[in-house]
């Protein structure tokens, strides 16, 4: 599968988001990462439906990659469907009826995505592997941008790359939390082929250098691997 940089908004200015998302947009991003917080689910509180409304009325096309840290996260899933999410994750914590809410995604036309947190095992994804579209994998615990990577991640990232490689579906796997330049290697080594970044992307001078030169590291650990 083609690597795919996903751009965190939660690093953007939101004064200028619209400026901010476009700007990744040109610099390479191919999807866009929209982080929604609900000071519940996730100690921290971010944006909802309204502003990726105001995204595409704005005129951006791209992508959208819709992260829920949310509890519950049924009501606000519709929402989202509606202001045009191409990709739906949830956090199986999130909801009591995960195979039904991912239905619900499903049904709309959108792609689902699951999302497993350091100390949430996989078990779950074998119950559900044949509704997901992506599989996100988080390698901080979510609710803040611009933590450190956790390491114990690669294993679980390898694990969720043999599941997804035995079931023969067209899934992807994400990687979220702490990717710079530096450690994004390491992820495109253990399986991932979707790669999330807040503050290595929009905390950098120039955007268009720092996702060329992850672009670089992916492909130069495809070549060597
Ligand atoms: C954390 C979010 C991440 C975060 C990534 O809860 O899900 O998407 O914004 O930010 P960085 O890349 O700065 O770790
Ligand atoms: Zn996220």
């Given amino acids: 599968m083609t690597p795919f940089i996903a751009p965190s908004i939660l690093a953007a200015d939101f004064a200028r988001l619209g400026d901010e998302v476009n700007a990744v947009l040109d610099a390479g991003a191919d999807i866009i990462h929209f982080d929604v917080m609900d000071n519940h689910y996730v100690p921290n509180l971010s944006v909802g439906p309204l502003v990726l409304d105001s995204l595409r009325k704005h005129g951006i096309t791209a992508p959208m990659d819709v992260h829920l840290m949310v509890k519950p996260v049924d009501r606000l899933v519709g929402d989202f469907i509606e202001s045009g999410a191409n990709i739906i994750s949830v956090h199986p914590e999130a909801t009591e009826h995960l195979h039904r809410t991912l239905s619900v995604i499903r049904d709309a036309g959108v792609q689902p995505g699951i999302v497993f947190n350091p100390a949430t095992p996989l078990t779950v994804?074998?119950?559900?592997?044949?509704?997901?579209?992506?599989?996100?994998?988080?390698?901080?615990?979510?609710?803040?941008?611009?933590?450190?990577?956790?390491?114990?991640?690669?294993?679980?990232?390898?694990?969720?790359?043999?599941?997804?490689?035995?079931?023969?579906?067209?899934?992807?796997?994400?990687?979220d939390g702490g990717i710079k330049t530096e450690n994004i290697a390491l992820a495109a080594a253990a399986g991932a082929d979707t790669f999330v970044a807040g503050s290595a992307i929009f905390g950098s001078a120039d955007y268009r250098e720092t996702i060329t030169a992850m672009k670089a590291e992916i492909a130069s650990q495809r070549a060597s691997g």
């Fill in 125 to 175: 994804l074998a119950e559900v592997i044949e509704l997901v579209d992506l599989v996100l994998i988080m390698s901080v615990n979510p609710g803040f941008g611009g933590q450190k990577f956790i390491p114990q991640s690669l294993d679980k990232l390898a694990q969720a790359r043999a599941m997804i490689d035995a079931s023969g579906r067209e899934i992807r796997l994400e990687i």
